[in-house]
């Protein structure tokens, strides 16, 4: 991938491939059960990823977390230094959110059109074999964790045995504040992690939908159907949002704030943060 470390590569496809086929076929009865207008798809090749990532990328510049991990900067006296800054910071904290969550997650994604060339590859899964076919042009996507094999644990695991052994750090070009601030947001992640995983459940790490489709329930469509397969479990789905927008949108799709945390470091303002859980409804959904 372009943006270094944490982009998708096809060393994925082995890492999930079995349970992403168990995955994609509930989503699809999911999809006719809810009788959506458009198709739903989980990406499966590099080329693909790449688009949800830029989707991803965008969206998450919008964010109040990471406005406030990046700062005061001012523009005024050397514009395009800001832009650097900006840039930099945007690439290592999606590469970073992308990293932490890979092996064991899977990226369902909204194409714009049900008849799309990239959506339309096979019944359930893009397939990675077909160099002809145009990426997809998503709508929106989410990354999402499911409860899943003894496999996924154990890679969770290791990814936090690594995570412990050596933290990350943001580049040194973003100055010490920015450090400073990251150290503070994951560490009360890492907290909330601990906790978290002690029950099975959904989580979503990330969801964007694309600046021409907003507004028109392309989110919603992909609660609707996330919370539809966490229905089957009968286990909860969890996120965590920063800002009142955010806030008061997943409270509209069912979920509930578990706990409000401020965030402080040093001289930056406190950000507040929402963790938040739907709860199950398994009556809401029963398939065979």
């Not at 990406?43 to 990471?66: N, W």
């Amino acid at each position: 991938g372009k943006h270094g470390g944490g982009s998708w590569d096809d060393s994925y496809e082995e890492e999930v491939g079995a349970s992403r086929e168990d995955f994609s076929s509930r989503v699809q009865m999911v999809h006719m059960h809810l009788n959506l207008a458009v198709r739903p798809v989980l990406l499966s090749c590099s080329r693909d990823f790449d688009v949800a990532t830029a989707l991803l990328r965008e969206s998450y510049a919008d964010e109040p977390v990471f406005k406030w991990l990046l700062g005061d900067i001012s523009s005024k006296k050397d514009p395009s230094a800001a832009h650097a800054k900006k840039e930099l910071l945007l690439d290592w904290m999606v590469d970073w959110r992308i990293s932490t969550c890979q092996s064991n997650s899977h990226c369902l994604a909204i194409p714009t059109s049900s008849n799309n060339p990239s959506a339309s590859r096979s019944p359930a899964i893009p397939s990675s074999s077909a160099p002809a076919a145009a990426p997809l042009d998503l709508r929106g996507c989410a990354l999402v964790s499911c409860p899943g094999s003894k496999r996924n644990e154990v890679l969770s695991l290791m990814s936090l045995i690594a995570y412990g052994a050596s933290p990350p750090t943001p580049p040194e070009a973003l100055g010490s504040a920015c450090k400073a601030r990251f150290a503070a947001l994951e560490h009360h992640a890492r907290s909330r992690d601990r906790l978290g995983s002690q029950m099975p459940h959904w989580y979503i790490h990330m969801l964007a939908v694309s600046p021409e489709h907003r507004g028109k329930g392309v989110g919603r469509m992909m609660m609707r159907i996330l919370s539809a397969l966490a229905d089957q479990d009968a286990v909860p789905v969890q996120l965590q949002v920063s800002g009142s927008s955010n806030k008061a949108y997943f409270e509209k799709c069912g979920f509930r704030v578990m706990e409000a945390i401020d965030i402080c470091c040093d001289d930056s303002p406190t950000l507040k943060v929402f963790n938040m859980t739907r709860v199950p409804f398994p009556k809401s959904i029963e398939l065979e």
